[in-house]
């Protein structure tokens, strides 16, 4: 004799797997992300000997669209010092000194930060000094800065669904450079970089 399950059970069996995969669409939460670049050209003898290369580093939360756009009140307004990420402060960290944007900015490690506005983007270099693994935002304070960057700011035809950075060193001879590039949604800011 077969046994036939309850229309309830049999009700639930089927559902679950809907209510599992519905439950798996929900938007995955903000990640760490790191972009690095390896600055072996301008290595110490120390480096060497220790097999550690020279390093120009950003750890960075990574947060996502999931349907809205930057440059609304909520994501990213102008004129407002945004903390560029999500979650933890952005920190960016140098082995060597160099020059960004034109600006001197001096071997260490620092909070990075966004100055958004319609006439241009500024990347804001702020001294970090605890030296924790991960470093909570703060309030900002303009007299903490050390180096304010302009930002060339261009348009990507596709949106990018998440903030992405760029270390992105050149192959051409002389002084080690490269492009510091900063994309989400349609915008795309960049600055070169040089060793000094």
Do not use: C
């Not at 600055?39 to 996502?64: E, W």
């Not at 994309?183 to 960049?190: E, P, Q, S």
């Amino acid at each position: 004799m077969k046994h036939l399950l309850p229309a309830l059970a049999l009700s639930s069996l089927l559902t679950a797997p809907l209510a599992a995969q519905a439950g798996a669409r929900r938007a995955a939460p903000s990640t760490r992300a790191i972009a690095e670049v390896s600055l072996t050209l301008v290595d110490t003898a120390a480096q060497r000997a220790a097999g550690k290369a020279a390093v120009m580093r950003i750890d960075y939360g990574q947060p996502h669209l999931r349907g809205r756009h930057i440059n609304t009140d909520s994501l990213v307004p102008f004129g407002t010092v945004w903390r560029l990420g999500a979650n933890g402060a952005t920190l960016f960290t140098t082995d060597v000194d160099l020059t960004i944007g034109g600006k001197d900015v001096p071997k260490g490690r620092y909070i990075a930060q966004l100055l958004p506005a319609r006439t241009g983007w500024t990347l804001i270099l702020q001294a970090e000094t605890t030296g924790a693994a991960s470093v909570n935002p703060t309030a900002y304070d303009a007299k903490k800065d050390v180096a304010r960057i302009d930002l060339r700011q261009g348009a990507i035809a596709t949106p990018l669904e998440s903030l992405s950075i760029w270390l992105v060193p050149s192959t051409a001879p002389g002084a080690q450079r490269g492009d510091l590039r900063i994309g989400w949604d349609t915008v795309m800011l960049t600055a070169e970089w040089v060793v000094r």
